[in-house]
């Protein structure tokens, strides 16, 4: 394994760790409910999870969205432009537990579905789901549609360890709970053959971090007095990209070392990851 690709790795299966290091909540099967789980993790990390310290901030936009009409919670627009600016889709790359999963999946030795215009297009799925499910529902019917109907990382994290653990809520989850299940069993299939399927076609937290693309101020860069426009970064991203650090690009360093004139790097030396 590359340099940079194992330090990256690291940082994720760190950052997955920190985000549901509250052991005894698996053990109990009884989400964490102390001071700190107000606080919004930069990733998509379900608040129901047992394990989980930390709120998800995509599920935070939603329910601040249903209660909008009452009262709305300005801190989660603060804290996603505070991740969006400084670390944009950064955190896609290196802080996301389900990106990781994803990224698992995806190494298991089966022909895989090449990227293509129709991922291009498809690409543009999640700002769709973005504006319908994560805004829409919650401001039209109060519902949080996203986490309620699609969100594959509740389900994993949330959904089956409590069902597990509770019988109630396994005689609750009914219909509801079976959708998500197929859901989620579809998005990690799809995520064997196909390059982080989620992230690419699906997250509505990954939509709202690419708005930052052009400001955030962890993300790679092209030194364009080195550039020889041989294509080589876009060709060989499995995401897609049609320029390094473009929406779709998740500043995972891969081009990095692929560039064969070295005119790829990071622009702010913060990321743990260092290229010359």
Not at 89 to 116: A, D, H, M, N, S
Not at 121 to 150: E, Q, R
Request: aromatic share 10%.
């Amino acid at each position: 394994m590359k340099t940079g690709r194992a330090k990256r790795r690291f940082i994720q299966v760190i950052c997955a760790v920190l985000y549901n290091c509250n052991i005894t909540g698996f053990a109990k099967g009884k989400i964490y409910q102390g001071k700190v789980k107000g606080a919004c993790m930069p990733g998509l990390n379900c608040y129901s999870c047992p394990g989980a310290v930390g709120a998800c901030p995509l599920g935070s936009l939603q329910q601040a969205l249903v209660s909008s009409k009452y009262k709305f919670n300005y801190y989660v627009l603060g804290i996603l432009l505070l991740f969006g600016v400084i670390l944009g889709r950064v955190v896609c790359g290196f802080l996301c537990p389900f990106g990781l999963i994803q990224e698992l999946l995806y190494k298991l030795p089966t022909k895989k579905i090449r990227k293509g215009t129709w991922s291009q297009v498809m690409s543009y799925l999640k700002y769709v789901i973005l504006a319908v499910l994560v805004i829409g529902i919650p401001l039209a019917i109060n519902v949080p549609g996203f986490c309620k109907y699609v969100c594959p990382a509740g389900t994993l994290e949330g959904g089956i360890p409590l069902v597990l653990m509770q019988e109630k809520l396994y005689e609750l989850a009914g219909a509801l709970f079976t959708w998500k299940m197929i859901v989620l069993i579809v998005i990690l299939l799809a995520s064997v053959f196909i390059f982080r399927f989620f992230c690419r076609f699906i997250c509505p937290l990954g939509a709202i971090y690419s708005l930052f693309h052009k400001v955030s101020l962890c993300r790679v860069k092209v030194d364009e007095k080195k550039c020889i426009g041989c294509n080589i970064c876009v060709r060989e991203c499995l995401m897609d990209v049609k320029c390094v650090g473009d929406h779709e690009c998740i500043h995972c360093g891969e081009c990095i070392e692929k560039c064969p004139t070295g005119a790829i790097n990071y622009k702010n030396r913060m990321m743990f990851t260092e290229h010359k």
